[in-house]
């Protein structure tokens, strides 16, 4: 990274919520295609989360996808934080620890030169933070998670919010 910009164009969105859950995922569709500040030429692609074969697939996917086309990536997942504050769960019930998340999160950010923007759509996923190890690679260049037990209404909010304000405000170039 050059200067003291980050460089973002893609979204990668993915959901794993339950069966009976209100998609947010449409919400942040609607934020970012219907944004009258999007540029014409940041993308957005989706994925729906089902086990942990499925979020490898999705994480091995953007990393294949940033080495060919030198995208520079928002990671923005869907999905149930748990209560321990040590993970995450998948619709399947399958439970994903901050270590993993890390893990691919640093190489996704090594990949895009440390441009990596985080957004943890789950319940007490800002405890990610604690999990992180100071000497290691970096996992991501920013994150928004929240540090409470979330309603998606309060997660539109922010989506919304925060998609518009990139569009307005950050450098893309």
């Known amino acids: 990274m050059q200067g003291n910009y980050i460089k973002l164009?893609?979204?990668?969105?993915?959901?794993?919520l339950f069966e009976g859950d209100y998609n947010?995922?449409?919400?942040?569709?609607?934020?970012?295609?219907?944004?009258?500040?999007?540029?014409?030429w940041f993308e957005i692609s989706d994925f729906s989360i089902e086990d942990r074969k499925d979020l490898q697939g999705f994480f091995s996917k953007i990393k294949e996808e940033i080495k060919t086309t030198n995208k520079f990536?928002?990671?923005?997942l869907e999905l149930h934080g748990h209560r321990n504050e040590n993970?995450?769960?998948?619709?399947?019930?399958?439970?994903?620890?901050?270590d993993y998340l890390i893990q691919q999160f640093e190489d996704i950010n090594y990949i895009?030169?440390?441009?990596?923007?985080?957004?943890?759509?789950?319940?007490?996923?800002?405890?990610?933070?604690?999990?992180?190890i100071p000497s290691n690679k970096?996992?991501?260049?920013?994150?928004?998670?929240?540090?409470?037990?979330?309603?998606?209404?309060?997660?539109?909010?922010?989506?919304?919010?925060?998609?518009?304000?990139?569009?307005?405000?950050?450098i893309f170039n």
């Open 24 to 40: 947010t995922t449409s919400d942040i569709f609607d934020s970012i295609l219907y944004s009258r500040d999007k540029p014409n």
């Open 73 to 76: 990536p928002i990671v923005h």
């Open 138 to 170: 970096a996992p991501f260049y920013g994150l928004l998670a929240p540090n409470y037990e979330v309603r998606y209404q309060e997660l539109t909010t922010a989506y919304k919010t925060f998609y518009e304000s990139l569009f307005h405000w950050f």
């Open 87 to 98: 993970s995450v769960i998948l619709r399947n019930g399958d439970e994903v620890d901050w």
């Open 9 to 16: 164009d893609k979204v990668y969105v993915a959901e794993s």
């Open 112 to 132: 895009s030169d440390l441009n990596l923007v985080v957004f943890l759509g789950a319940c007490f996923c800002i405890n990610i933070l604690k999990a992180i």
